[in-house]
């Protein structure tokens, strides 16, 4: 009786760790999608009477999109697919895009200097004083 009482016991234990288990990874799932960099985000700048518009589209998955529109028209390269990724402590979000027919990837960094649920404020090519770029987008 007191070995039957102590297998169910067990049985009842793993099964309380599974749920914990499981529970925790809904958690961080979660937490991930609920980033304020997810999301799709705009800019439009006008310059000499030509409106360029980038939408750039972040997923939760490390993944992403960016189309150019050029007057309203998606640029003759249409939209390009890409892989992310964003250290919050330094600040620096970082595109991959795909391999070419070389097998490289193309990879480029940029200082995140504002983030917040309906803004993104990208710097470029920051200089020794900290200045650079300011490319500012917002949440669509």
């Known amino acids: 009786m007191k070995t039957l009482r102590f297998i169910g016991m067990a049985i009842i234990a793993v099964v309380i760790s599974v ?7 809904d958690d961080d799932d979660e937490n991930e999608s609920n980033s304020p960099l997810v999301g799709t985000w ?33 640029d ?8 992310y990724t964003y250290d919050e402590k330094s ?6 895009w ?8 193309d990879v480029y960094s940029m200082h995140v200097q504002e983030l917040t649920s309906s803004k993104l404020v990208l710097v470029d090519d920051m200089d020794e004083e900290g200045e650079g770029e300011v490319i500012t987008y917002t949440k669509q």
Request: hydrophobic share 30%; aromatic share 10%; with cysteine.
């Open 19 to 25: 749920n914990f288990v499981a529970c925790s990874s």
């Open 42 to 74: 705009v800019n439009i700048e006008n310059r000499n009477s030509v409106e360029y518009k980038d939408v750039m589209t972040i997923n939760a998955d490390g993944t992403g999109s960016d189309a150019i529109y050029i007057n309203g028209q998606l």
């Open 76 to 83: 003759k390269d249409g939209v390009d697919n890409f892989k």
């Open 91 to 96: 600040k620096v979000f970082t595109w991959i």
């Open 98 to 105: 795909e391999e070419d027919s070389d097998g490289e990837s």
